[in-house]
C-alpha cells in the first residue's frame, strides 16, 4: 500500500504566516518605539511612542536625506531592578529605529517636541522643484 502525500498549499501559506505573527504580536514585547507617520500640504510629521523620557540627552534623532534614526534609552520607572517584575509587557532599556521618510522636507525647518511619552518630529515640506537642464551633445 502506498501512501499519498498531499502537496502544501503555496498560494495560502503567506496569508498563513500573517495569522500566525497576528496572534503572536500581542504576546511578544515591543523592542523599538511605535511610530506613526502623517502629512498635511504644509509638512510631514513622525511621531514616536516614548514613554518616561526625562531630558533630550536620553533619545537622539539623526537624518539623513531619506531616514529618520531614533535611538536612545527608555528608563525603567520602577523602584525594583526590572528583572523582578512578575508581569512585564512594556519594553524599558536601548532601541534604535530607523524609519524611511516618504515625503520630501527642508532641512532648514525640523521642530522636535516631547509630551506625554509622545515624540513630534515636524519636517515642513520642500516647495522648490530642481529643474534639469537637458543638453545636446553634436555627433
Known sequence: MSKSKESPDWVHIPEKVKEV??????????????????????????????????????????????HLTLEGRIPCPYPCPKESLIVNERYFGRFKRTVRIPFNYSSDSIEARYKSGILEIHLSKRTEKNRVTLRFDED
Do not use: F, H, N
Open 21 to 66: 505573527w497576528k496572534k503572536l504580536d500581542p504576546s511578544s514585547p515591543k523592542r523599538v518605539p511605535s511610530i506613526d507617520i502623517y502629512e498635511t500640504e504644509e509638512e510631514g510629521v513622525i511621531t514616536a511612542e516614548l514613554p518616561g523620557l526625562r531630558s533630550s540627552e536620553d533619545v537622539q534623532i539623526t537624518l539623513d536625506s531619506l
